[in-house]
Each structure stands twice: as structure tokens, then as C-alpha cells.
């Protein structure tokens, strides 16, 4: 019997079959149990050696069935494995994950800046009217501010009005004068397009973070004063500062704000060595816009800059041509 069971364990198809041959030798009513049970009909003489014999059967089927279970498992296992392609022990397939662009992380991170100083973030249209582009920041169709900003103009046939990709972030100043009650302070960062020929500095759309505040007797001294916060914010230290007057149709007076290069060694590349750079145009808001945006210049004053974000971008990464920001090659952008 103990070779007829061996014979029939190795060959089991599976588990079941071997649990019910585990039942037929060793379980309570098995033939292990039923030897066991004759030796008290048994001569005295025999009984040791039959004693002996049932529990070798005993050891031998178990320590059998156990192999053979072992050895189904893992023809199970291979079986899969060649079967549909399923392999649990191959690593999972590597998730792509996405970054933030890196002119997304530095507007995230003046946002949180803005509006722990009480600015609002507002948004503004990129396809603009004429008329907030221009006419309503002081510059007439005439004027030849138009010049420096010229754009893709996109009219409705037969509109009226005229259409136009907007050159700055400055037209949303007077969207927000119509719409918020004084005092307020507010950023807008967005995209800009100009008709350029494009080279490393100069690229057809660009990002701009407009800052606009309205109240009563503001001077130049909050402006610069504001500037100085902001700056220390983005640079993490204090920063110096110079004003030089600049020309912008819709602030008087206007300036253009330099900064005292923060990442000056001896033979900086950033500043050219001069140890300055041009960082953001300024100015208080001129009466005309104020009364384009409905509020009364002898009551309401204000002050407005125009960050240049792509290019805040590319000072703090050393990013060397504006054409990379946009170009949406994964090699540069995956850097960030
Ligand atoms: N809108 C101007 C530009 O794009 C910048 C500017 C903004 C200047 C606010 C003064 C005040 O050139």
C-alpha cells in the first residue's frame, strides 16, 4: 500500500486530489487509524513491528504529499507565467509624471507673496479690445507708443470694435478700476503677445505680472517702497534700488526700476558686469487713466508696475534664451 500511495500522490492533477488521499491514509477512519486499531487482535510479537509500520506509512505519505504540493504550486506558477503574459514579480510599469512649468512655479510663488501683502490676483482677457489695450491706458490710434508694441489684430468682419491679442497686462488696470470700489491692490499675471522677429530676448508671447493699487495720496515714495518689499520677497534679501525716468503713455511720472544685481560675483553675466539691471517699469497712474477707469483723479491716485515674469524666470534659472520658455522641449523642461 505505501508504494500504491506514493504512485498515486505524484502523479495528483492538484490539491483536492491530495487532500482526500491525506483523508484515505492518515485521516480518522484511514488505513493509518485502522492498522492502528487491529494491533490489539494481533499476536503479541507483531505488535511493535506493526505499531512501527503504520506510523512509516504515516511519516512516508505525509512527508510525500507535501512535496508534491509544493511542486504544484509552482507548476502553477510557471504555468501563468507562460501563459497570458502576467508576471506578478516584474516591476510595476514606470508612471510619467508631469512638472510644473517653471513660469507657473515663480507666478504660484508671487502669487502667495501678493496676497499676504492684501493684493487680489485677477485675471484679465488675452484677446482684447482696442480700447483697454490703448485708447484707455492713453494711447490714441495716432500714438506712437504703438509703435514699440505692435500685435496681431484679429476683427470680426464687419465689427466695430477692434480685437486684438493684448501687448501687456496693463489693459486689465482699467478693468479693475470699472470694477472694484477703492482702495484695492491687485496683481495680474498672464500672457502678452507682441509681432516680433523672434531672438533669444524676444519672443511673440511672453508673461507679465501687472501690479495695480488705488487710494488716496499715493506718492512715489509708496511706490518704491512697495518695490523694495516685492523685491525683497522674490530675492530673498534686501535689495537697492535706483529709479530712471521711463516712458509709458499711462503712468506720469514713469520709470524704469533697477535693481542691484542679486547674483553679482566679479564678472557676473547677468548684469554684464555693470552691476545693475533693469527690472520693472513703474509709475503712478496717469489722471487719464483714472478717468478712463471711472474714478475722479482729484480724489483716487495709484501706482502701477509691470513685472516682466519670462524674464524673472530666466534670471532665477539662468535660462539664456527666452525661446526655451515656450518651446515646449521636454529636455529643457524636464529640468524643472
Ligand atoms: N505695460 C508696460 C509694458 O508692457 C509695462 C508697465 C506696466 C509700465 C505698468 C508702467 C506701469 O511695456
Sequence with gaps: TLSDALGRISTAPDVDTLRSIEREF?????????????????????RKGA???????????????????????????????????????????????????????????????????????????????????FEKLNIPADHPARDTQDTFYCNAPGSKATLLLRTHTSPVQVRAMEHLQPPFRAVVPGKVFRQETTDASHEHTFHQMEGIVIDRNVSVGHLIGAMKTLLRGIFKKDIEVRLRPGYFPFVEPGFELDARCPFCEKGCSVCKQSTWIELLPCGLVHPNVLKAGGLDPEEWGGFAFGLGLSRLVMLRYGIDDVRHLLGGDLRFLEQF
Excluded: C
Excluded at 492518515?26 to 494481533?42: E, F, N, R, W
Excluded at 510644473?100 to 501678493?114: A, G, I, K, N
Design 26 to 46: 492518515v485521516g480518522k477512519d484511514g488505513v493509518v487509524a485502522s492498522m492502528l486499531a487491529a494491533i490489539p487482535t494481533l499476536p503479541p510479537a507483531d
Design 51 to 133: 505499531g512501527q509500520s503504520a506510523n512509516q506509512l504515516k511519516q512516508a505519505v505525509l512527508t510525500a504529499l507535501a512535496e508534491r504540493e509544493v511542486a504544484l504550486g509552482n507548476a502553477a506558477l510557471d504555468a501563468e507565467r507562460k501563459g497570458d503574459g502576467f508576471d506578478a514579480s516584474l516591476p510595476p510599469p514606470r508612471l510619467e509624471r508631469g512638472t510644473l512649468h517653471p513660469v507657473v512655479q515663480v507666478t504660484r510663488e508671487l502669487e502667495d507673496l501678493f496676497t499676504s501683502m492684501g493684493y487680489m490676483v485677477l485675471d484679465g482677457p488675452e484677446v482684447e479690445l482696442d480700447e483697454y489695450n
